[in-house]
């Protein structure tokens, strides 16, 4: 059963990524345009999800360390069609974790992830599919300094979501999945089921508005425990497409992080963000 379900979630993606866009630019519609490295994406971002694309530096309020993400996902082409919107692109974060060590930082875990994400606009609904690759590192410091053995946990996916554009909550609902086809160590525990919210948005100032996030994921390779992420923040300074967001967020359940994957956490986080 798993390898002709991968074969088919590839063949969707086959499709979409390489024929759609030829399909759909011969059919009869002519208000179609192509635009390059358009500036606004039509997929919305997993706010409260700790893995999103993102620039952010946080703070761990229980031990003081800190986590960076160094990255961010950006369209590359895009469609637009009379009813929909079909955008492509690439999206590649850096994740890692700094313990405060006498006289210095020192970085403890790295966590490398990309994705390929193929997403459609229809008004309110937008749709994504997507493969994903996701590797999970202690740092040499955190080798050396603190005396860890590392595991090799690599986790290659495939991504289906669909978001909904909510007035009433002044924000947007999703939900969604990953299957993993080459994940390590647990080979048969494919999948992650994911749902969450972004909502609020109300604004306190010209140049600043409040908003709420919460997500939601269970995964088979932990017997399908829970990370749940509820965060309330400030928007900053919004330019088109860019902005500052300061946030707090309490994250519990299972790591994040897979060379943790087993072990189960509470974090207070205080965070910057710079949304693109």
């Known amino acids: 059963m798993p390898e002709s379900f991968i074969r088919k979630l590839l063949a969707i993606l086959i499709f979409l990524s390489v024929f759609a866009p030829s399909c759909i630019a011969h059919a009869e519609d002519t208000a179609s345009s ?6 606004k994406k039509v997929f919305p971002l997993f706010t409260a999800d700790g893995l999103s694309h993102q620039l952010s530096l946080s703070r761990v309020t229980e ?20 009813n929909l919107t079909l955008q492509g692109g690439v999206a590649v ?3 890692s974790r700094l313990v405060k060590t006498p006289g210095h930082l020192t970085v403890y875990t790295i966590d490398y992830k990309v994705d390929f ?8 609904l937008a749709l994504r599919a997507a493969v994903g690759h996701i590797s999970c590192h202690f740092a040499d410091d955190a080798i050396e300094l603190l005396g860890k053995k590392s595991i090799q946990h690599v986790n290659d996916y495939i ?10 909550i002044q924000g947007y609902v999703y939900a969604g999945f990953n299957y993993s086809y080459g994940t390590q160590p647990i ?4 999948w992650l089921l994911q749902v969450g919210t972004s909502f609020g948005n109300i604004a306190l100032h010209d140049e600043v508005s409040l908003y709420g996030a919460i997500d939601l994921k269970i995964k088979e390779e932990i017997e399908w425990g829970s990370i749940r992420s509820f965060q309330l923040g400030v928007r900053l300074f919004p330019r088109l497409n860019y902005g500052v967001r300061i946030a707090y967020t309490f994250r519990t359940g299972f790591e994040d992080r897979g060379q943790f994957y087993m072990n189960k956490t509470t ?10």
């Open 187 to 190: 080979p048969h525990k494919p």
């Open 63 to 82: 031990n003081k360390d800190w986590i960076g993400a160094v990255g961010g996902s950006i369209p590359i082409v895009q469609l637009n069609l009379q």
């Open 267 to 276: 974090l207070n986080l205080v965070s910057a963000f710079i949304d693109f």
């Open 117 to 124: 994400p193929i997403d459609i606009r229809f008004s309110e």
């Open 159 to 168: 991504t289906l979501a669909a978001a909904y554009d909510v007035t009433l």
């Open 93 to 95: 974060t850096v994740f």
């Open 34 to 39: 192509m635009i390059i490295f358009p500036g």
